[in-house]
């Protein structure tokens, strides 16, 4: 394995496939991934994501079959991976992991590039992954050139999901909040959040087709300076009034996992505190 140090480059990233990943190597790769997750959530009151309790015998059980272990080490031990599999016509990418002292160092993104410059060479267009919305990951992938292709329910927790795309031959960018194109769950109403300050408001906006469109036409209706984007929801129900919570910061159960409050409800977008974008910045994109 190779040191990651300062200014890591595509050659120090390890790649092992599945069948040569030893009982030695899935136990670290184990205690890499409960130490990642662990503690990982943005947002305080969300079910314990499954990573944090990985064990050997998962981490054997999912590297079954073909694919590859992409990985990053620093003094000998394991503080980044993720792993990726064949699947139809792109790779599937899974279990992103970086131990919590090595964060924000570029890490995903040099893991990421060199499973794209992989798939390049095999003829593969397209990256693909899951992400859970209410654990504010959509938007660090979009920074990483995932689009949105889906969106659905978790089947084993009261939270949503993305399915989301880059294209390999393609140098990661940021994505512009626009869902024009994707295959989303049908909907008659866009709820979108909007931060003003401490107050957090709930605007439903009748579907349009395009949740960015929607999402600036409820900023309008608002007409409050200063607004934030705290989140898009789709919504099955009619729209309803604007509803105002003061004094909620990002806590709001009907934000925090608005499954568990409106049936049939799926939450599209949730940017971690303190990154939420200006609707300017939503016009602008």
């Known amino acids: 394995m190779q040191r990651c140090r300062a200014g890591a480059t595509l050659a120090d990233v390890g790649v092992l496939r599945f069948e040569d990943v030893t009982g030695e190597l899935a136990g670290q ?6 130490s990642a997750y662990a503690g990982s959530d943005p947002l305080p009151g969300l079910p314990e994501p499954d990573g944090q309790f990985e064990t050997t015998a998962a981490v054997l059980h999912t590297v079954a079959g073909p694919g590859w272990l992409y990985t990053l080490a620093d003094q000998g031990g394991l503080v980044a991976a993720l792993r990726a599999r064949p699947a139809d016509d792109c790779w599937r990418v899974s279990r992103i992991s970086v131990l919590p002292g090595y964060r924000n160092r570029g890490l995903v ?8 410059r992989d798939a390049r060479r095999r003829g593969i267009d397209w990256l693909e992954l899951d992400a859970v919305v209410e654990r504010c990951l959509p938007p660090v992938y979009a920074r990483l050139g995932f689009a949105v292709l889906s969106n659905w329910p978790s089947p084993d927790k009261p939270l949503s999901e993305v399915t989301m795309r880059r294209r390999a031959a393609e140098p990661a960018g940021a994505m512009p909040l626009d869902w024009q194109g994707a295959r989303l769950t049908e909907h008659a109403t866009v709820v979108s959040w909007l931060l003003s300050g401490q107050t957090l408001l709930r605007v439903p906006q009748r579907a349009s087709g395009d949740p960015r469109a929607d999402t600036l036409a409820a900023a309008a209706a608002v007409d409050r300076p200063g607004l934030l984007l705290a989140g898009v929801d789709l919504s099955p129900q009619p729209g309803g009034p604007i509803r105002v919570f003061a004094d909620a910061g990002r806590t709001q159960p009907d934000h925090l996992m608005p499954r568990t409050r409106h049936a049939g409800t799926l939450a599209l977008w949730r940017p971690r505190p303190g990154s939420e974008p200006s609707l300017d910045e939503l016009a602008g994109g």
């Open 29 to 34: 790769l184990a205690q890499l991934t409960r």
């Open 109 to 116: 993104r040099l893991l990421l590039d060199a499973v794209a």
